[in-house]
């Protein structure tokens, strides 16, 4: 009888375990979710990097706490728990969650694409290249420069009569230069002086300032190549 009735509350305590594990997986959700939901629009600027440090620093212990205390074991045993269920989390944060920089470019990525078709981006920056390859491109008499922060002094601000209609005044700016890591023309669409996309002939790229679209399609943040 006493034998079965450890078994009985081992199963119970591992049948608890298993419903609290999810805890563990909050603080990685909310690193990656709070700067990724920002770069899709979702939350206000700067909002996702306070949700994101949060869940970094101190949802970590928060959700240990909350894991341990719901486990209704003996005190000594939470304890014993509470330092892995930490480091748990930290290993799988770091492992598993890309940066908090790299998943804001990624909610940017996603929400230029819905307002963006990936298609209609390539074959517009297809259209300029040819144009600007046979010198037929019209150049912007008016130019911003606020909008073309990485641009380089041979760059050729596109007029916005060289858009299709249906992209016309829903850019800021858009130039064409000679890409120094790929050597081809590449085009940038700016939305903001920080924020846009730029089409070249990389293929798919993701990392701190680029997620793509597309291949050839590229969201940017904050600084460009």
């Not at 940066?99 to 230029?112: E, I, K, S, V």
């Not at 040819?130 to 073309?148: E, I, P």
Request: glycine share 10%; with cysteine; net charge positive.
């Amino acid at each position: 009888m006493e034998k079965d009735s450890n078994h009985e509350q081992v199963m119970c305590f591992v049948k608890r375990w298993l419903l609290c594990l999810p805890l563990l997986g909050l603080a990685p959700a909310g690193y990656f979710l709070g700067p990724y939901l920002e770069g899709a629009g979702l939350l206000p600027n700067g909002f996702g990097l306070i949700v994101s440090g949060g869940s970094m620093f101190v949802l970590p212990w928060i959700a240990a706490f909350c894991f341990v205390a719901l486990l209704k074991a003996k005190m000594s045993l939470r304890i014993l728990l509470f330092i892995p269920a930490v480091v748990f989390q930290g290993l799988f944060l770091f492992t598993f969650c890309p940066p908090a920089a790299t998943g804001q470019t990624m909610g940017l990525a996603h929400r230029l694409g819905r307002e963006f078709p990936a298609g209609q981006m390539r074959d517009c920056a297809g259209q300029l290249r040819l144009k600007f390859v046979n010198g037929t491109l019209k150049a912007s008499k008016s130019v911003n420069d606020n909008y073309f922060v990485g641009a380089s002094e041979n760059a050729l601000v596109v007029d916005d009569s060289e858009l299709p209609v249906s992209l016309r005044g829903r850019f800021h700016g858009v130039y064409i230069e000679q890409a120094s890591n790929t050597g081809t023309p590449q085009v940038v669409f700016a939305l903001t002086p920080k924020t846009g996309i730029l089409c070249d002939s990389r293929g798919r790229v993701r990392d701190f300032w680029f997620c793509s679209i597309a291949d050839g399609v590229h969201a940017y943040r904050y600084e460009r190549l």
